[in-house]
């Protein structure tokens, strides 16, 4: 047993010092950014937003919406060749999703061959396991062009495992840290996302490779947070749920409507795709109701908008010179919150 006791932090510990800027609207500065890969030959240009692969966000209505914002949609791994086929999706705003279970690599293989997606993302809770790092290895050797995501993990070790043994393009950064999900409840595993990020992102850059920030955002100004520690990509579910082009149930309440929304490894998930949850498992996610926000277009448009404000206030051009431009202070509270509940 051993302690690590060096501060870890939230995004919620810190904000941003403004800084002497050129840019007097938000008007002049470029979300979009420019990305070549350690082992994919592709390029990508885009906004480096990505729409997280759960059930309830994931879905091919949101990739539709969010392509016109050119922000990647990771699909959930539910989804079939001929739904990809029939979905008039640009390969270039979309990631595909597989486990590691034969069944879903046996999926993931047929869609690779009907659609050549662009992305693929490998996706399980614990990124730690040898044989997922030996799977992500194997699906390099069989698609050494597609553009490799996996994780997720929360430690420079875990970034190295991945990039080196597994060959993975991006490693997806995040244990604990979703709204919905109750692995630190249930298991006490995780690293405040903000130092994981710092920590993963160093690691990967100087291995050439990229990292997502998943998860552990509340707040639009989180995003920023997010690429001012050195992420590439943020992903997000929460920011992202609740929609019309959400999954979910629409429901309502006392007058109100809500959208469902649950962790991918909740037993509202477990119920729904594994016939429940296995007797060597606990849930580790949560379910809730989300009050129906409507289109996704005015929520990413919000979010846009939130990072291209940020970049005035310090001085950054492009979203990849955030970092640079970023000074982080600690604090202990971040939002005056006196009027919370009298919002109108």
Known sequence: MKILDDV?????????LPKRSQYSSRSEVSL???????????????????????????????????????VITCLH????????????LNKEYYAVSSGININD????????????PKFICIDVANGYMSKFIEICRQIREKFPNQILIAG????????????MNGKVDIVKVGIGSGSCCTTRKQTG???????????CADTAHGLDAHIISDGGLQVVGDFSK??????????????????????????????????????MSS??????????????????????????????????????????????????????????CTTFIRVNRQLNQIYNDREV
């Open 105 to 116: 690599l046996d999926n993931l293989e047929e869609i690779i061959n009907t659609v050549n």
């Open 77 to 88: 791994k539910y989804y079939t060749s001929s739904q990809l086929l029939e979905s008039n």
């Open 189 to 199: 595993i995780g690293m405040p996302q903000l130092s994981a990020v710092i920590e």
């Open 267 to 324: 037993s509202t998930a477990m119920n729904k795709y594994s016939g429940g949850v296995a007797h060597y498992r606990s849930s580790e996610g949560k379910t809730v109701k989300i009050e129906y926000r409507g289109d996704v277009k005015n929520t990413i448009l919000d979010i846009q908008g939130g990072i291209r404000s940020t970049m005035t206030y310090i001085g950054a051009k492009k979203i990849k010179d955030i970092p640079k």
């Open 152 to 163: 997720n993990v929360c430690t420079s070790e875990g970034v190295l495992e991945l990039v």
């Open 32 to 70: 979009e950014r420019t990305f070549k890969f350690k082992y994919s030959p592709y390029t990508w240009t885009g906004v480096p937003i990505i729409v997280s692969n759960m059930d309830t966000t994931g879905t091919i209505k949101m990739a539709l919406e969010m392509q016109k914002h050119k």
């Open 226 to 263: 997010s690429y001012g520690a050195g992420s590439d990509f943020v992903m997000s579910g929460s920011m992202f749920a609740g929609h019309s082009e959400s999954g979910g149930d629409l429901v309502e309440d006392s007058g109100k409507k809500y959208k469902i929304f649950y962790g």
């Open 8 to 16: 870890k932090l939230d995004y919620s510990d810190v904000l941003i």
